[in-house]
């Protein structure tokens, strides 16, 4: 039969991700990246002002790009490609909506310590295997196609004990895609208090982040942090199939953020850390919740 020959004649096409360094070659838009050492002119504010969802601004006098908003549509960079270039990486997934702006708008780092650190608590009987419930709140349907990519030969996520659901109540992850429509969000909140504690919940694209070029409107919640309390945000318009792995890995607490890559095991941060003074915005995202299961056996 072909399909033997051309088996034997390329090999294992599976990555070795998370293992193994892997990607897509130097030439794919990963992320948006901003030129540090340049200043604002005009040719800049150009660029900035011509951003279809506003992800460019300037704080404190330097550019900022917000990855929860940029879709990626090179526009920036073909006006300035002085100050804008796209980076081939794909690891910037994080824990905290505010640490998708590339510069400023970040979060102090006790109050990052702690946001991981509670979630690497919760997450602690998770690490073995997974189950992941999806849910569109409103997609354009790119974001499944990606999905859908996790679970050929190429990627292949089962051989990382990463499994997908049709139940609610099997489900470890709850893995939402959309700009959070008004006709989802009862749906997307009944799946996410039907999942059984510690769960996780992944905002995967742009869309589900901030709402995307859609943008919050009458039929639109501008993304699902709203409905519910997200842990990892997944840039990308769409999120590659790469870009949504190392979410799910970083929700899981098996690989580290985009500024410690390489890196294994728990999030940052000391489980032993005080919580800082305040309620986080994402609430139940940073505290333990009842019924944690606390040995990976019982996952």
């Not at 294992?12 to 002119?41: A, N, Q």
């Not at 490609?81 to 400023?104: K, M, N, Q």
């Not at 294994?264 to 919580?275: E, K, Q, S």
Request: glycine share 16%; with cysteine.
């Amino acid at each position: 039969m072909p399909w033997i020959t051309r088996g034997l004649s390329e090999g294992i096409v599976t990555t070795r991700y998370p293992r193994r360094p892997d990607g897509y070659g130097p030439d794919f838009h990963g992320t948006l990246l901003v030129d540090p050492g340049r200043g604002v002119d005009r040719a800049t504010e150009r660029a900035i002002g011509e951003c279809p969802t506003g992800a460019l601004s300037v704080v404190d006098g330097q550019v900022e790009v917000d990855r929860g908003r940029c879709v990626l549509c090179g526009r920036c960079a073909t006006l300035q490609p002085e100050v804008f270039r796209f980076d081939p990486s794909f690891d910037h997934s994080t824990i905290g909506r505010s640490a998708l702006h590339v510069r400023g708008g970040a979060e102090d780092e006790e109050t990052l310590a702690w946001i991981r650190s509670g979630l690497a608590r919760r997450t602690k009987a998770l690490r073995r295997s997974v189950h992941i419930r999806h849910v569109d709140a409103g997609s354009d349907g790119s974001e499944e196609w990606e999905i859908a990519a996790l679970t050929n030969p190429v990627y292949d996520v089962g051989r990382l004990g990463i499994f997908f659901t049709a139940s609610p109540h099997h489900a470890d992850i709850l893995l939402a895609t959309g700009v959070g429509t008004v006709g989802m969000a009862t749906p997307l909140r009944t799946t996410y208090e039907a999942m059984p504690h510690p769960k996780v919940v992944i905002a995967a694209g742009v869309d589900a982040a901030s709402g995307g070029m859609v943008g919050p409107g009458y039929a639109s919640r501008g993304g699902i942090g709203d409905v519910v309390p997200v842990d990892v945000y997944v840039p990308g318009s769409p999120p590659s199939p790469f870009g949504l792995l190392h979410g799910i890995l970083l929700a899981v607490g098996l690989v580290g953020t985009a500024g410690n890559r390489g890196t294994t095991g728990r999030p940052g941060g000391r489980a032993d850390r005080p919580r800082p003074q305040g309620t986080h915005p994402q609430g139940p995202a940073s505290a333990v919740e009842p019924g944690d299961r606390t040995e990976a056996g019982e996952a």
